[in-house]
């Protein structure tokens, strides 16, 4: 951190990257597990711009194991996107609530696979130490170009809640749906 500038490189090697990198796991970038470049611009009460590869803002859940609260992940984590690469804004809307809008190459992709971009909107509510709260939408293009589905906007919609009942217990829900019109039908989801 200097400043108004921040940064963040995060580099992972071993199985993980392998496994979560997709179609990117047979190249370099599948050893970057964050790097961020930071700017608080003076914009009201600090508009934060961001740019690069970012851990998935999507559900509680992360990649690194250490973060979560078991040793294995949820059925509903596979689902989701990992990580993306992209520009984000995020903005403080009062002293509990922030709103982030973010452009990303999509779901799972440093580099873009069809030339469209995906989008999110999400916000999130912290009361230190007693609740988190976020609530998001993901859309965009996710399938390569040239493919049979065509390229339909995928939709997701995901929220999730920790609360904070003494110092030694938590409760934490999520939930998700989403769909995507391919040419062959309507594709949806949902899980909790």
Same mark, same amino acid.
């Not at 609360?163 to 829900?173: D, E, N, R």
């Not at 040419?183 to 899980?191: E, N």
């Given at each position: 951190?200097a400043?108004?500038?921040?940064?963040?490189?995060?580099?992972q090697?071993?199985?993980?990257?392998?496994?979560?990198?997709?179609?990117?796991a @047979?190249?370099? +970038?599948?050893? !970057? /597990?964050e790097?961020? /470049?930071?700017?608080?611009?003076?914009?009201?009460?600090?508009?934060?711009?961001?740019?690069?590869?970012?851990?998935?803002? !999507?559900g509680?859940?992360t !990649?690194?194991?250490?973060?979560?609260w078991?040793?294995?992940?949820?059925? /509903?984590?596979?689902?989701?996107?990992?990580?993306?690469?992209? /520009?984000?804004?995020?903005?403080? +809307?009062s002293?509990?609530w922030?709103?982030?809008g973010?452009?990303?190459?999509?779901?799972?992709?440093?580099?873009?696979t069809?030339?469209?971009? @995906?989008?999110?909107v999400? &916000?999130?509510? &912290?009361k230190?130490?007693?609740?988190?709260? @976020?609530?998001?939408?993901?859309g965009g293009?996710?399938?390569?170009?040239?493919?049979?589905?065509?390229?339909p906007?995928?939709?997701?919609?995901?929220?999730? !809640?920790t609360?904070?009942?003494?110092?030694?217990?938590?409760?934490?829900?999520?939930?998700? &749906?989403g769909?995507?019109?391919?040419?062959?039908?309507?594709?949806?989801?949902?899980?909790?």
């Open positions: 951190t400043g108004a500038i921040s940064g963040r490189l995060a580099l090697t071993g199985d993980t990257p392998d496994i979560y990198y997709g179609a990117e @047979s190249s370099d +970038v599948r050893h !970057i /597990l790097a961020t /470049l930071s700017w608080k611009a003076p914009v009201g009460k600090g508009l934060t711009l961001d740019g690069g590869v970012f851990l998935s803002p !999507i509680p859940e !990649i690194l194991i250490k973060d979560n078991t040793w294995s992940r949820s059925t /509903l984590f596979f689902g989701l996107p990992f990580y993306h690469a992209g /520009l984000r804004a995020t903005y403080p +809307v002293e509990r922030s709103l982030t973010a452009v990303y190459n999509g779901w799972n992709n440093v580099t873009d069809n030339g469209k971009k @995906s989008v999110s999400q &916000a999130l509510y &912290a230190p130490d007693k609740a988190t709260a @976020s609530l998001l939408y993901f293009v996710e399938r390569p170009r040239g493919v049979s589905e065509g390229e906007w995928r939709h997701l919609f995901d929220s999730h !809640i609360v904070s009942v003494s110092k030694t217990l938590s409760l934490q829900a999520h939930a998700d &749906a769909f995507e019109d391919t040419t062959f039908r309507r594709a949806s989801w949902r899980g909790a």
